[in-house]
């Protein structure tokens, strides 16, 4: 992960570009929306009168494989949401645990890091149920592979962790160790601009 926290103007060409062409190629996932107010937001906070943060987050989002997309806008806060919307789980994320805790009770092959961390260092936060079955409504995602989602307090503190797929052309949520670590398991992010 990079240490500072900014883009690079050419950096920031490439993610603007990138996320132009994906929005244009997938409306059903932005209906009502236009690139041209998504820019202007982006740009807001390219320009130093937001967070230029939030675009770093978003190549971070970019970058690990999640072809982050905008799935939503909130009027009361006037922000843009983005979701990771990667057919598959995120390439630059998976083989990852859920949490620290999980990771610090992994006595054998311990994985290199957890969604947990992994999500605030990339300054995003990991899709709740709910938000995964929004996402699962635009598009079939993680139908080879897994996601890791928000897991409620009870369940994380019995040593559980949840998790998402899609199969037989249904959404399923399950249970697993936080520990556990797969080759197809990642998580997907959720970024609001």
Known sequence: MDTKKELTSDQCEVLFRTLKSRFEKNKNRHQGLEWASVLAKLEFHLNG??????????????????????????????????????????????????????????????????AVDMAAEMGIDILTESEYRELQQLG??????????????????LGGALFCDRRYNHVFTYHNGAQSYYGVRAFRGMLRI
């Open 140 to 157: 079939e995602f993680d139908t080879k592979t897994s996601s890791w989602i928000q897991t409620p307090k009870a369940i994380r503190k």
């Open 49 to 114: 009168k937001g967070s230029s943060e939030k675009l770093w987050s978003l190549h971070q989002m970019e970058i690990t494989g999640g072809e982050p997309d905008v799935v939503g806008f909130d009027d009361n806060t006037g922000e843009y949401i983005f979701y990771d919307c990667s057919a598959e789980s995120p390439k630059g994320r998976r083989s990852i645990c859920f949490d620290r805790e999980g990771l610090e009770s992994r006595k054998d092959f311990p994985p290199a890091n957890n």
